[in-house]
């Protein structure tokens, strides 16, 4: 049974910076690239960062490539996203994932588990 559990989250002003993290249980995590996802009230689930398996590449949405940062490690089984130079329109549920599938790491249904999400707050 995979596991994984966000932290870190919470209320923030416009430009500081969080720094979200996601431990993982129950599979080999270092067999899988993990993604970040978002979705804020009334609006779709989006991507936001991937990273491989080991590492080596990642990937971001437009919206967030400068200002956020993911990484992993694989003795830990957790992957982080550090934010930074946070908007109020970052506010969402920040969920982490396992990919599963070779499809594109853009798609949500290409990852077959989820964490619970954390809630992350930037006032303007």
């Known amino acids: 049974q995979v596991q994984l559990v966000e932290s870190g989250g919470g209320l923030v002003q416009a430009g500081g910076s969080l720094r979200l993290s996601c431990e993982a249980s129950g599979r080999t995590f270092s067999s899988y690239t993990m993604g970040w996802f978002r979705q804020a009230p009334g609006k779709e689930r989006e991507f936001v960062a991937a990273i491989t398996r080991n590492g080596g590449s990642t990937y971001y949405a437009d919206s967030v490539k400068g200002r956020f940062t993911i990484s992993r490690d694989n003795a830990k089984n957790t992957v982080y996203l550090q934010m930074n130079s946070l908007k109020p329109e970052d506010t969402a549920v920040y969920y982490c994932?396992?990919?599963?599938?070779?499809?594109?790491?853009?798609?949500?249904?290409?990852?077959?588990?989820w964490g619970q999400g954390t809630q992350v707050t930037v006032s303007s």
């Open positions: 994932a396992e990919k599963l599938y070779s499809g594109s790491y853009y798609y949500s249904n290409q990852y077959a588990y």
